[in-house]
Structure formats: structure tokens, C-alpha cells
Nanobody
Framework: QVQLVESGGGLVQAGGSLRLSCVVS????????MAWFRQPPGKEREFVGA???????TYVDSVKGRFTIASDNAKNTIYLQMNSLNPKDTAVYYC???????????????????WGQGTQVTVSS
């Protein structure tokens, strides 16, 4: 069984940066496609980005060039570096893991077996 624990959320001014962490326990993250999702207030959860086991990454258009997924094998941790934040980035951010490594598309919430509890990111204008 895999457990995911996010941290690093908080309140930041527009234009600022935050780095979210997702600590993976139970198995190493290299056994999974790892992804970040977010749920803005009053809206459905949406895909932010994902990393395949070979390191290839994909992002939703709205965060390309601003957000970066990184990883630390020694710490079994995935990161989401968020730069140039704007109020539209306000959401609860979730880390997720998909055990089916041959997935063609990575943005479907239903693909992911494991989820963290979420961390709140609030961007003030």
C-alpha cells in the first residue's frame, strides 16, 4: 500500500513562488506515474502535471513555463515548484499515483489509485 503526504502549501502574493512536497511511503515512487492535481474553490479537481517513470513530464497549458515537477529518489519525494503564481492558482493541491505505467494519457483523475490529503495554496492579488 502506498501513502502520499503533501506539504508546503500556504498564502503567497501574486508573482510569488511555492514548492509543494509529496512524500511517498510504502513503495518507491519510481513504481508509479506521479501526478499533481488541484481543486479550485467551487470547482472540480483538475490535472496540473505528471511524471512518468522514465522522467518524462507533461503539464496542463495554464501552468507550462511556471510549474515544474521534480523528484528526489533518496527522499522518495515528488515536488511541485510553482513560480509566477496568480490568484487563479488558488486551490487545494493533491499528489496522486497511478500503478499502471503504460498509460497513454495522464490527465484523467480516474487513472490514479492513490491520493494524498491535499495542501491548500492561496494566492492573493
Amino acid at each position: 500500500q502506498v501513502q502520499l503526504v503533501e506539504s508546503g502549501g500556504g498564502l503567497v502574493q501574486a508573482g510569488g513562488s511555492l514548492r509543494l512536497s509529496c512524500v511517498v511511503s510504502g513503495r518507491t515512487f519510481s513504481n508509479y506515474i506521479m501526478a499533481w492535481f488541484r481543486q479550485p474553490p467551487g470547482k472540480e479537481r483538475e490535472f496540473v502535471g505528471a511524471m512518468r517513470v522514465d522522467g518524462r513530464k507533461t503539464y496542463v497549458d495554464s501552468v507550462k513555463g511556471r510549474f515544474t515537477i521534480a523528484s528526489d529518489n533518496a527522499k522518495n519525494t515528488i515536488y511541485l515548484q510553482m513560480n509566477s503564481l496568480n490568484p487563479k492558482d488558488t486551490a487545494v493541491y493533491y499528489c496522486a499515483a497511478d500503478s499502471y505505467l503504460w498509460r497513454i494519457t495522464l490527465d484523467a483523475e480516474s487513472n490514479y489509485n492513490y491520493w494524498g490529503q491535499g495542501t491548500q495554496v492561496t494566492v492573493s492579488s
